[in-house]
């Protein structure tokens, strides 16, 4: 569903049934202690490029509301940890390197 900021995000969900105007961001929902959503979030939410560059599903996604320096507004930052390797993952756009493999072709001699 997209969300706010116009972009394909797999953890967005709207609720537009019968008149509702339920919006929600589940994955800072899931968070402990779960974070409040605003729509202002979506703008610069590296979420949807990481799902986008990077669909493990053993990946899974921490979020964190920080401000990048001070005065500057709250941003979603993630940190990510694969539960397949037991490892955090330095680059969650490329992911752990050892749930996918690349091909024999791509690696060098």
């Not at 709250?74 to 490892?87: E, G, L, S, W």
Request: hydrophobic share 30%; charged share 30%; aromatic share 8%.
């Amino acid at each position: 569903m997209k969300n706010p900021a116009g972009v394909e995000c797999h953890y967005f969900f709207g609720d537009y049934f019968r008149g509702r105007n339920r919006e929600e961001c589940r994955l800072l929902k899931s968070a402990n202690p779960p974070i409040n959503w605003e729509p202002k979030f979506c703008d610069n939410c590296p979420v949807p490029a990481i799902r986008r560059a990077n669909s493990c599903e053993d990946m899974q996604l921490k979020p964190t509301l920080k401000r990048p320096l001070p005065l500057m507004p709250k941003r979603v930052q993630v940190t990510a940890y694969c539960r397949k390797t037991h490892q955090d993952v330095a680059e969650p756009q490329i992911g752990c390197g050892e749930c996918h493999k690349l091909p024999e072709v791509f690696l060098a001699d």
